[in-house]
């Protein structure tokens, strides 16, 4: 009888098995792979578990006036989960769209680790908590109808905010919400989702008008009493400190309130912020050096090739295709830049910000004041865009060092420059792959990942420290190589899979861009995919089919295969591009066509996206969640991203850190949402790693050109620091 393998047994095999297969006698079929660590247990499975003793802590509130409001312990930055919540509320407690009202929740420090946004999360994570929670309120509802009236429950019927007896009477549920509330009833069941009726179909988004007419209110258009506009100098390169500072000038120009040293720079406070930005560049500073001063893209660069583990398979025994990438630093770039409001007073202090980890800045925030937690009081504001960029919380604690030195209230505004030059950014990283195969099929696919190190000091790493007992990896990981393996995973059936990160701790601003290690990682396995094919003789189409690894997946390929008309001829310089990715329960296919006529500035022309993602909430804004995905990977594969130059980002405005304009964007999307089939995958990071292989596929196929360095087009066509 074979012994069970433990979990670390598990890893240790995982890793350790390709010196144990390369003479294995090889099936008819694809070579199975064993399970990855993320597809036994992927990293929102982990904050699920993490979550769960709080997971039902919700607050719904049913009002006089029939109208129901519900705290979302979450952070909307534009994925759009406040209109998914808010049809989850409606659909159960049958309700009209407009009859709910979602807000973010203030920093909760009871929820523990139930109040981080991220890992494409939130709809996994609140399904079954929000459902059960409304139809408490639903249950509560009918018992006291079902008093007022003397009928048995079960006579009763709900719809559009009433409550109905047999013979057509009608409460509504204003009417009853204050004898609902002494109501206690026994847990209620959601609905069965075969009667969804709202909860599947493609819903606009709730807060869409207040958006496109300036009516949306982010931080900065908040009214906080006393809280001035303030800005911040800061180092010529990341993480300089202030030497000394003369602010005479500064101090003696119009509406200017104060001036203040903190960790960071100097702040300026004024009436204005032109004001303030003003007086910040009258001052005169001298400068400590910063912690990358002597570093630049080669150095870094070769930092990162020295540091890529070695491979385990030699390529002496088996036929092989080997291929390095080099993926380059890229910012955030948000439409919202970094901002937050901060009022701290000597026994308490309370923040504005939009905040993806609030209760961690809560903690932080109180420690650096020297406050107990619960006399800082934290809001969470809706953001204008990020992803990963807000679940550090440097501008609120910024705001609130600024606020303790200045005395007063401030209203902290980061500039476009500072965000992309001392902001978060996605991690430069280096990839090398190899494939070894024979009479037509993979028998080991290894991928090195070197990464500068990503930075996880925002709640994540409690979270996986809280849970490490159930991790399907090994104890002794790094926090960043335990996210790796639980969100990236190999779907194909290449025999031995090995995917193995290493970090390089250089002192930069990094953070979770959108999609993590797998943006890069699974864009970088896609390209190999195709080449794979091309040395077997097999269609990029056909051989992934082959190789994937259940028929769900299967599914998403013919979508697109079969939509987007694959294969069909196309003029010189013009060609198709596949990529697909599983994450987070979730699975895409996307298919692109691309004019690389001129190689220096193609352009994506058409895109065919499918997506599984288990039981779509709102089919609209999983398009929309789609669609973003494919513009962050047009962007990031063919010209977006960060020069750095002896310590400091080059790109400091949307003029120089070239995302996608409308113009780079293809004129033809498909996007197609198959059909329910269980319960809700992830779908805010979905998106872009299967657009990224495509795009950089099509790129080859167009062009004959390998590409192995992305941004693929990546010159400094700017002056970065004008006159």
């Known amino acids: 009888m074979a012994s069970p393998t433990t979990r670390r047994g598990f890893l240790t095999f995982l890793v350790a098995a390709p010196t ?6 090889l099936p008819a ?70 009859s709910v009202h979602v807000s973010l929740s203030d920093a909760r420090p009871e929820l523990l680790f139930n109040q981080l946004t991220g890992g494409s999360n939130t709809i996994r994570s609140v399904y079954g908590p929000v459902r059960r929670t409304a139809a408490a309120a639903r249950a509560q509802l009918v018992a006291a109808a079902g008093q007022e009236w003397q009928l048995d429950t079960g006579r009763l019927s709900t719809k559009d905010g009433k409550v109905f007896a047999p013979d057509g009477r009608s409460l509504t549920y204003g009417a009853l919400s204050t004898a609902a509330a002494r109501i206690a009833v026994a847990a209620a069941q959601p609905k069965d989702e075969s009667a969804f009726r ?10 869409a008008r207040a958006m496109v007419t ?57 009436e204005t912020f032109g004001q303030a930005l003003d007086a910040r560049d009258a001052l005169t500073v001298t400068w400590n050096k910063g912690t990358v001063d002597d570093l630049s893209d080669v150095d870094i660069r070769g930092k990162l090739h020295a540091a890529a583990l070695p491979f385990v398979v030699p390529p002496l025994l088996t036929q092989y295709v080997d291929a390095e990438f080099d993926f380059a630093f890229v910012s955030h770039a948000p439409m919202e830049t970094n901002s937050a409001i901060a009022d701290v007073r000597a026994d308490r202090a309370e923040i504005w910000a939009g905040l993806k980890s609030p209760i961690v800045a809560q903690q932080t925030i109180a420690a650096t004041l020297g406050l107990p937690q619960d006399k800082v009081k934290v809001h969470v504001v809706q953001g204008g865009g990020s992803f990963g960029r807000r679940l550090f919380f440097d501008s609120a604690l910024e705001a609130a060092q600024i606020s303790r030195a200045m005395g007063r209230p401030v209203k902290l505004m980061w500039t476009r420059t500072d965000d992309m030059r001392h902001g978060r950014a996605r991690a430069a990283s280096h990839h090398k792959i190899r494939a070894t195969f024979a009479l037509g099929e993979v028998l080991t696919f290894e991928h090195r990942v070197a990464s500068v190190e990503t930075d996880f000091r925002h709640g994540l790493g409690e979270i996986l420290t809280a849970t490490a007992a159930h991790l399907p990896v090994g104890g002794d990981l790094s926090f960043a190589e335990t996210v790796f393996l639980t969100t990236v995973k190999v779907p194909y059936n290449f025999g031995v899979v090995t995917q193995l990160l290493n970090e390089v701790p250089l002192r930069m601003h990094t953070g979770s861009w959108r999609s993590v290690y797998s943006a890069n990682t699974r864009g970088a396995e896609e390209i190999m995919v195709d080449e794979l094919a091309k040395r077997l003789g097999k269609d990029p189409v056909a051989f992934r089919r082959a190789n994937l690894k259940h028929d769900r997946q299967r599914a998403v390929l013919d979508k697109v295969a079969s939509a987007g008309n694959w294969g069909r001829v196309m003029p010189k310089g013009y060609a198709q591009g596949v990529g697909f990715h599983d994450e987070y329960k979730s699975c895409t296919a996307c298919l692109v066509e691309i004019d690389a006529r001129d190689p220096k500035a193609p352009r994506v022309t058409k895109a065919v996206i499918a997506a599984d993602v288990g039981r779509p909430i709102n089919p609209r804004g999983l398009e929309a969640q789609l669609l973003g995905g494919l513009t962050d990977a047009i962007s990031t594969t063919l010209r ?60 080859a196929r167009a062009t004959g050109i390998k590409p192995r360095s992305f941004p693929i087009n990546f010159p400094v066509d700017f002056d970065p620091f004008p006159r």
């Open 20 to 25: 144990l297969t390369v003479a294995s006698r």
């Open 29 to 98: 079929d694809a070579l199975p792979s064993l399970p990855a660590p993320a597809e036994v247990m992927d990293l929102g499975d982990v904050l699920i578990l993490a979550g769960t003793p709080t997971s039902n802590m919700l607050v719904l509130e049913v009002g006089a006036d029939g109208q129901v409001s519900f705290q979302l312990p979450r952070a909307e930055v534009g994925q759009g989960i406040a209109t998914a919540v808010t049809m989850l509320v409606a659909e159960e407690l049958d309700l009209p769209l407009g």
């Open 198 to 207: 709202l909860v599947g179909t493609p819903t606009s988004r709730v807060d």
């Open 214 to 270: 300036g009516n949306q209110r982010y931080t900065l258009d908040l009214d906080v009493p006393g809280a001035m506009p303030t800005v911040v100098r800061r180092p010529p390169t990341i993480n300089g400190s202030v030497r000394a500072v003369d602010a005479a000038a500064a101090k003696a120009m119009p509406g200017v309130l104060a001036v203040a040293v903190v960790p960071t720079g100097v702040a300026v406070m004024a």
């Open 640 to 699: 977006a991203g960060l020069h750095i130059d002896k310590g400091l980002p080059l790109e400091g405005s949307y003029s120089h850190f070239h995302y996608a304009r409308q113009k780079d964007s293809p004129p033809q999307v498909e996007i197609h949402i198959m059909p329910a089939n269980g319960e809700p995958g992830g779908a805010g990071e979905l998106g872009v790693p299967a657009a990224v292989g495509a795009i950089a596929n099509a790129y």
